[in-house]
């Protein structure tokens, strides 16, 4: 099996020699045999791979993306209940508005 890095410079080899059937560019590191009998295999499970990982770093990243969210509402949640000056509670819309600029910065 190729590594990564071989099968993109083989790419780049038979993309500059389209026309032969075996690779003749010493630097290539399929130099001596049939291009695409071996790079097409290779190239596929590169793209395979690739697209697995893709596929598995979305699904972290959304479900990071939803904890932060989560942590963020307990958070304000908290922070409110702790702005209330009142026994019984109650919370004003200032409190909301000043605990927002607290935690975001005044975005307007």
């Known amino acids: 099996m190729m590594t990564d890095n071989e099968i993109v410079k083989a790419l780049e080899c038979c993309a500059n020699n389209p026309n032969d059937s075996v690779c003749y560019e010493s630097k290539c590191p399929l130099f001596g045999q049939k291009c695409i009998d071996v790079l097409s295999k290779n190239a596929l499970d590169l793209i395979n ?60």
């Open 49 to 108: 791979r690739q697209k697995a990982e893709i596929e598995r770093l979305q699904k972290h990243n959304t479900k990071m993306a939803h904890k932060h969210y989560c942590d963020g509402i307990k958070e304000f949640a908290e922070r409110l209940k702790a702005h209330s000056r009142y026994p019984n509670g109650t919370i004003y819309a200032e409190h909301i508005d000043n605990l927002v600029k607290e935690m975001v910065g005044d975005t307007q």
